[in-house]
């Protein structure tokens, strides 16, 4: 069926139930960053597989609406296929609203899948609509009756995430989570995001690519806690332990009805970023309803002791496979056999050694020359180049494993630096450091360290234009909240046991890209007159490529800083290589 | 009379109103940082003289709220006054709200007088009494009535700020204002704040201290510029200018029947957090009102060419006013002579000596070695220190010239510094230093560069609980907004042109304060393939003290960057000093 094919098929759906517009989202019931097969109907419909997108028909018309990384993309994914590229975030491209107010004019009605969009963001359409005299009806499904062939749900099976990693059992994480209720009046708390749900559940699977998460639901009240979830994927000794654990167990598709009994002494609270607006629809309408950051989101972010000793295994293991990895590089660079995709899968086969590795956590992303500059680069077919022994390649890849998840970005130089890729490089280097370094009162928010990655570039007028850092998850989603270091205001306080990358990067269009991450742990440093502070522990173990490094630009406590690192990097390594290996490694992280 | 007898008459006044409690506030009704004595009322009443605090008297009780800086002085002047003190920011302390739910109990009527509050304080004591069932009355005035022998209002003149000080006309300011409207379809402003109907209608005044402003309104529409004022303030010359600029004059008293007169095509802008809800109120009932920011701040805040050139060369009569004066010290320090007190006199008479001071821009505050840890410390007759040669003394100071506002804090070491005194020292510099050296790019905001001033420091666990950076007028308040640099989220944008404080600081309770204070202005610095970058132009010109420095802190850029600032000191000002002031200054200023 070509987009065209659909696009009509929906105008007959359109027309029938009286509706002037339809909205198709890529979002699944979970709001995912990795969506099921099954729940990519944006992509499916309009042949566009970027990963951020929105189509809306009209009877007339039809358009797309993409960010500016997939500009190139989408306009090749789209052509002939009736639907109209609008490019966000420039300013002659109409917002969705302003789009649909001139296509389908005043007092119209429009139609969207309230299970695929969040609360705040049915709220923020049916509001922005409302100026225009639009009607919005939320719980209209036009896709699957004319998705032939769709693929199905996956019907992967869950495990349980051990003691041994997770560190609480789910029922001192119930009781977790229902303290911070307790904090609001709140009597009861819906788990929609697929991770919330597993790490309170202590609970994985491989439904999702790169998330080890389970398709699933959790509502947990003042005396009940109750998972929703295809039975099938349970098996026998994880639905032991959860009935151990007092947890029960309901069909995923209860979830509504479960939510409707809720009555008026049962204040429920969500997260309305999270929880999609179907779901809120069907809670009692007599239950009282908060809305709020959910709590799981920073229990789960403040990892405890057992999970960062998790993180420091997993470390070790990632380091010895990107070791191996780097080796291989070097010893076959001058082959002309490398290209970016094989780099991808050279990766993977060296964490594959490592019996405690399930997945890559997301797609590699190997950016040789000028493709390093594009900052979500992913190879294909088409666009792979051929690795030369020249020049800068950027190389961020990372891997699950039962007791975490990494991600690591290095960036090496394949012959002789010129002075302007030592001058980037440096400065890369010493933000990077500089993040690494610092000790913080408690109560600093990420928003206040974020240009301390950035104050050696600025000063030499250069800039990126991603955040410095994103929380990870422990052995679940690579990007995980509610933290981050960004420019932009996050209310969040950086907490003990906190993880998250630190990965500054220079960018030179048609060049070259630079970028160095490194993940970092909240510990405490210190408590004096002026308070309690904080510092950050560097969990990755990987040498930093010093060959591009201009020593001048280094401050004696930068140096020493990438010093002891590098002499960290090889006693924590050492021991799980060979000889040849063990030699290699050495004289990467020799001091400087 | 006492006040106990104050309280007595104030009862007497709230059984006849049917009133279970009253608001007594320390604002005008043009919310000044500095209340002309007329609007005293708090410190009339209670007897507290500190500069926050809020009275609330029911039936049976009295209470004053104020913060910590202020505890021991409120304790001490609230003594047998009948009013209890509530220490505002301790975990026990109840709010206003919460002490009045349980004194004066549900379903009661408390009263205040809404000239005195800002509309967004009012509307928040409405909202928040409204859930214990508490009703406010907005335009009660208890005071008055009882307030024998009351200040009367300042009845100063008003002076022209000349073309040649602000750089444009009021034609064009108010050009200016009308521009901002029009990109909120606003067809009305209200300006309240004293500083900004100073700025649009280039006028100065001395009703207050400090602040060289004169008591008006401004009311600036599509066609009409009103400015309310009390018209003996007006000399000839200033009203001809008036006039010529077609700036309508009425009396202050009539401000609430113009805003009476807005009708339904009159949208009017008003900042919520500037004006008073009592003209909130008295805004025509048909009339739109939009609640932003006042569009005279951003414009006010960014300074012109000229008021840069005026701050310039107010910056040199300061700094010509300061050598004087730390030559004046260094040889009277040993002799016994110099208090607390002496130094605020003798710093007012240096000053004075320039034709163009006008005032000092606040209370000088000389705080020798623990009072400089009292971060609001004001030396009195009680307290004031005589000056040893020995240990810091903090030095806080500025002056109002005609062309510009200073404010500037030098610390400096009377003897010889010890190891930690030195280690204080020299990171409180490093940090001055590190936040006047950055290049940022446009679009930051101040509270991403806060931690460069605070970074040195953080690393051996030393913070200051105040903020780096404060906006400051152009003769005009020395602490305006709306911009700042803090840790505390603010989404205003730094703009070239705008100037701020650079003052970080360590206090050590007990022992000694350190603060090094400059003023800088906004520049533009590049504009690279990453986009524009702006970049602090330090304005203050005054040297700063290198004994306590351990130079083996400082960075080779932070050593540089101190020699270069102390050779444009030098130069600034040595053609202005005797030749034996010019050789101390040479002696201060000489390379490290």
């Keep these: 069926m070509t987009t065209l094919e659909k696009i009509e098929k929906l105008r007959v759906l359109l027309k029938k139930q009286k509706l002037d517009a339809y909205i198709i989202t890529s979002n699944d019931p979970h709001l995912s960053e990795y969506v099921p097969e099954f729940w990519k109907a944006r992509a499916w419909f309009s042949g566009f597989s970027g990963s951020a997108g929105t189509v809306v028909v009209s009877k007339e018309n039809a358009a797309l609406w993409t960010d500016s990384r997939y500009f190139l993309q989408a306009e090749q994914q789209l052509e002939?296929?009736?639907?109209?590229?609008?490019?966000?975030?420039?300013?002659?491209?109409?917002?969705?609203?302003?789009?649909?107010?001139?296509?389908?004019?005043?007092?119209?009605?429009?139609?969207?899948?309230?299970?695929?969009?969040?609360?705040?963001?049915?709220?923020?359409?049916?509001?922005?609509?409302?100026?225009?005299?639009?009607?919005?009806?939320?719980?209209?499904?036009?896709?699957?009756?004319?998705?032939?062939?769709?693929?199905?749900?996956?019907?992967?099976?869950?495990?349980?995430?051990?003691?041994?990693?997770?560190?609480?059992?789910?029922?001192?994480?119930?009781?977790?989570?229902?303290?911070?209720?307790?904090?609001?009046?709140?009597?009861?708390?819906?788990?929609?995001?697929?991770?919330?749900?597993?790490?309170?559940?202590?609970?994985?699977?491989?439904?999702?690519?790169?998330?080890?998460?389970?398709?699933?639901?959790?509502?947990?009240?003042?005396?009940?806690?109750?998972?929703?979830?295809?039975?099938?994927?349970?098996?026998?000794?994880?639905?032991?332990?959860?009935?151990?654990?007092?947890?029960?167990?309901?069909?995923?598709?209860?979830?509504?009805?479960?939510?409707?009994?809720?009555?008026?002494?049962?204040?429920?609270?969500?997260?309305?970023?999270?929880?999609?607006?179907?779901?809120?629809?069907?809670?009692?309408?007599?239950?009282?309803?908060?809305?709020?950051?959910?709590?799981?989101?920073?229990?789960?972010?403040?990892?405890?002791?057992?999970?960062?000793?998790?993180?420091?295994?997993?470390?070790?293991?990632?380091?010895?496979?990107?070791?191996?990895?780097?080796?291989?590089?070097e010893q076959n660079v001058d082959s002309a056999t490398i290209t970016e995709l094989t780099i991808a899968e050279k990766l993977r086969e060296f964490r594959s050694l490592n019996s405690n590795f399930i997945s890559e956590s997301f797609d590699t992303i190997a950016g040789y020359a000028d493709h390093g500059a594009i900052v979500h680069y992913s190879a294909t077919q088409q666009t792979s180049y051929t690795i030369k022994p020249e020049g800068f390649l950027l190389v961020d890849s990372g891997g699950q494993y039962y007791s975490g998840t990494t991600d690591i970005t290095r960036t090496v130089h394949l012959s002789t630096p010129s002075a302007e890729e030592m001058q980037d490089y440096t400065l890369v280097l010493k933000g990077m450091i500089q993040l690494s370094m610092i000790n913080f009162p408690v109560g600093t928010r990420g928003t206040q360290l974020d240009v301390l990655a950035r104050m050696a570039m600025w000063n030499k007028n250069i800039n990126y234009g991603h955040g410095t850092g994103h929380g990870v998850g422990c052995f679940l989603n690579v990007h995980e909240g509610p933290q981050s270091i960004r420019p932009n205001e996050n209310p969040i306080l950086l907490e003990v046991g906190m993880v998250q990358s630190n990965e500054p990067g220079i960018y030179r269009a048609g060049k070259y890209g630079i970028r160095i991450e490194n993940l970092i742990a909240c510990q405490p440093a210190a408590e004096t007159a002026f308070g309690k502070f904080l510092r950050f522990e560097t969990l990755t173990l990987c040498p930093i490529d010093t060959k591009p490094i201009d020593k001048m630009l280094l401050t004696k406590e930068e140096t020493e800083w990438l010093n002891n690192y590098h002499s960290m990097v090889f006693s924590k390594l050492n021991k799980f290589l060979t000889e040849e290996e063990k030699q290699w490694l050495e004289n990467k992280t020799k001091p400087l």
């Design 80 to 329: 002939k296929s009736g639907i109209e590229l609008c490019k966000m975030g420039l300013p002659e491209t109409p917002s969705i609203e302003e789009w649909l107010a001139m296509n389908i004019g005043k007092h119209a009605r429009i139609g969207l899948d309230g299970r695929l969009q969040s609360v705040q963001g049915v709220q923020g359409t049916i509001d922005r609509l409302k100026r225009y005299g639009i009607e919005v009806i939320t719980s209209i499904d036009l896709i699957d009756p004319i998705w032939d062939n769709r693929p199905s749900l996956p019907h992967n099976k869950a495990f349980t995430h051990e003691l041994k990693y997770s560190g609480l059992t789910i029922s001192e994480k119930i009781g977790l989570i229902r303290g911070e209720l307790s904090k609001y009046d709140a009597d009861a708390t819906l788990l929609t995001a697929l991770d919330e749900v597993c790490w309170a559940f202590n609970l994985r699977g491989s439904d999702v690519a790169f998330n080890p998460v389970v398709l699933a639901y959790g509502l947990i009240t003042d005396n009940e806690a109750t998972l929703f979830i295809d039975s099938q994927k349970i098996d026998e000794s994880t639905a032991n332990l959860l009935s151990q654990e007092r947890v029960k167990v309901k069909d995923y598709n209860k979830i509504e009805k479960e939510l409707g009994k809720l009555g008026k002494h049962d204040t429920i609270l969500i997260d309305p970023q999270k929880v999609n607006y179907h779901l809120y629809k069907h809670i009692g309408e007599k239950a009282p309803v908060i809305e709020k950051l959910s709590p799981a989101a920073l229990l789960k972010a403040r990892k405890n002791s057992v999970e960062l000793e998790g993180f420091r295994n997993a470390m070790v293991a990632d380091g010895v496979a990107l070791t191996k990895f780097f080796i291989w590089l």
